[in-house]
């Protein structure tokens, strides 16, 4: 019912900033969705603002803003829905998807991590199966030619053979392009006609030759074919009418991407990845401790991008030419050193915290099976630090392997199993190159591997029960005439009353009633106890909702939505319980008055119905802490 309500009302929101085909773009702010159209002159202002449901309709920024209030996300949802645009059209999303440039490297980084974040669980649950399969079959419980063995390894193995399938699908949600078509050219490199091809001489498409090749697996080119489709699909959806977009545009999608991976994506990932492997085999010649220097440093960036297969089809032939790798035997350094991350990140964060959450099956997997994905996609490409610490502890233990001559002496994971059946040599030597990886990993990481920024994700959340045991600055009080609750200045500044806010949404007094504060330092605290009840992606604007029912909205500068989280830190996140006074966000007021953005920061009861009264304590100048309304229940 709720849903229906979302859609009968988004309809009328859509038909009167002039449909579906007049939207550019739309995304969506804490309080407010931003359309960004082709004619600003077909949005009816006065029916927008007549709808029950609409609180005010505001144009700046290039954009039609129409002020929703708390429930702004379900209308989004529906408009999306309704015109079309999440993925498929115009280029609607979240308001962290914004026009607000960004560094290269932070671009690259957020496409990569969040294309593994959602599978860094179906990853580490194939890995432990991977790894109860390897400690059955080295005890001999079971046979690794058994139908058994063969069915648990298929369900082990499909999330790695799979994954330009699932990757498709992360990458193309990520650049706003259609998931399922991205998935499916994936899923076309390892359909059964493909990968008939691979190896069969002669083969060409149209007369082009063509190099067929496994790509099961592999990373790197489909993260080349989905970001090349996402500005394809974007294009040639220009050209099409509306009416044919449905089934066209994937149709043409396919028909272009499917031939130009396998005949140049594909073939250009492995070429480079053959390249890597012929010049570190190169500089092992030239000086092995110099060589394990560099492969133990680079070697877990290359396996991020899928390129360390490159150095498969050397390793096989030193295994059957002189019965040992060189290679695997540095690089297998670099393995331990990512099982020291995680174990330093276990050891480092908080029980029940978001990281800890990760390392600790994150270790078991790599300790075991060597499957280290989770920890190099859910920890270390998420965090910068760890990006230089596994740099580190991969050198420092691959110059010592590289540099004492230790070889792989068969073709297995690099894992605990495989240390216990001595597959190294000389194994004395061997144990001390991984344990100067896992040591320098670990010990870094709980040393100096958080990061300010980082921080909250290795805190625990606030219980229950510390905060009901925590003396808070404000507190909820009875009174003669009701229940009061305190809410305090979140940081220094001065504060004046909302009705003198630049920001016609706040001033009205449509959003809820309030004060505005201009806050003189960047580092802002609750200013209630209760529960995060909304963070938005951007850090822009937080909801917190008492314990007595109070819901309130602090919404940290005016337009710095566009700021795309730039300049804020989090640290906390949506569901976590707080208490006055607790560290909440850090902002930099200085990067915001740089963009040309206000810091004022309006602090707001959105929900004045429930109570009697609501009293602004002081106006002026205040400090944190001090006591700014009085909510009257």
Known sequence: MRKMKYMEEGKQILALVGGKENVRSLVHCATRLRFELKDESKADDAKLEALPYVLKVIRGGGQVQVVIGAAVHDYWLAIQELGGFGGEGASAGSADSG???????????????????????????????????????????????????LVLSAAGNACFYFLPVFLGFTISKQLGANPYVGAAIGAALLEPNFTGLVGVEGTDFLGLGLQAVSYGSTIFPIFIATTIY?????????????????????????????????????????????????????????????????????????????????????????????????????????????????????????KGSKVRDIAQPAFVTGFLAGVTEPILYGLVMNYRRLMVIVAIA???????????????????????????????????????????????????????????????????????????????????????????????????????????????????????????????????????????????????AVGITTDEGVELLMHIGIDTVTLNGQGFVAHVKQGDKVKAGQPLMDVDLDFVKSKGLSTETPIIVTNPDATQSISCAKTGTVRAGDKLMVVTL
């Open 394 to 540: 991969g050198a420092a233990g691959g110059a010592l392997a590289g540099g004492m001559g230790v070889t792989m002496n068969a073709y297995i994971f690099h894992n605990v199993i495989s240390v216990a059946t001595l597959c190294y040599s000389p194994m004395p030597l061997f144990l001390v190159a991984i344990a100067t990886s896992l040591a320098v990993g670990c010990v870094l990481t709980v040393l100096w591997g958080v990061d300010p920024e980082d921080k909250a994700d290795f805190e625990a959340p606030v219980t229950e029960a510390e905060l009901e045991g925590a003396s808070a600055p404000a507190a909820a009080t009875e009174s003669a005439e009701g229940l009061e609750v305190e809410v305090v200045s979140p940081a220094a500044g001065e504060v004046k009353p909302l009705s003198e806010a630049t920001d016609v949404a706040f001033s009205s007094g449509a959003m809820g009633q309030g004060v505005v504060l201009l806050p003189s330092e960047g580092k802002l605290v609750s200013p209630v106890s209760g529960t995060v009840s909304m963070l938005f992606p951007t850090g822009h």
């Open 99 to 149: 026009a607000a440039k960004q560094k290269p490297l932070d671009v690259v980084l957020k496409v990569i991590s969040g294309a593994f974040s959602p599978i860094i669980p179906l990853m580490a649950g194939s890995g432990m199966i991977k790894a109860l399969l390897t400690l059955l079959t080295t005890l001999g419980l079971l046979s690794d030619a058994s139908s058994t063995y």
């Open 230 to 350: 996402s500005f394809l699909d974007k294009g040639i959806r220009k050209f099409i009418n509306q009416d044919l977009q449905l089934f066209l545009a994937p149709m043409i999608d396919l028909l272009i991407m499917v031939p130009f991976t396998a005949l140049v994506f594909g073939p250009f990932g492995n070429n480079v990845g053959d390249a890597i492997a012929a010049g570190v085999q190169w500089l092992f010649n030239l000086n092995g401790f110099l060589a394990g220097l560099i492969l133990g440093a680079v070697y877990p960036y290359l396996t991020m991008l899928g390129l360390h297969w490159g150095f498969t089809p050397i390793t096989l032939q030193n295994l059957e030419m002189y019965g040992g790798d060189f290679i695997e035997g540095v690089c297998v350094c670099a393995v331990w050193a990512q099982m020291g991350i995680a174990l330093g990140c276990a050891i480092r964060a908080k």
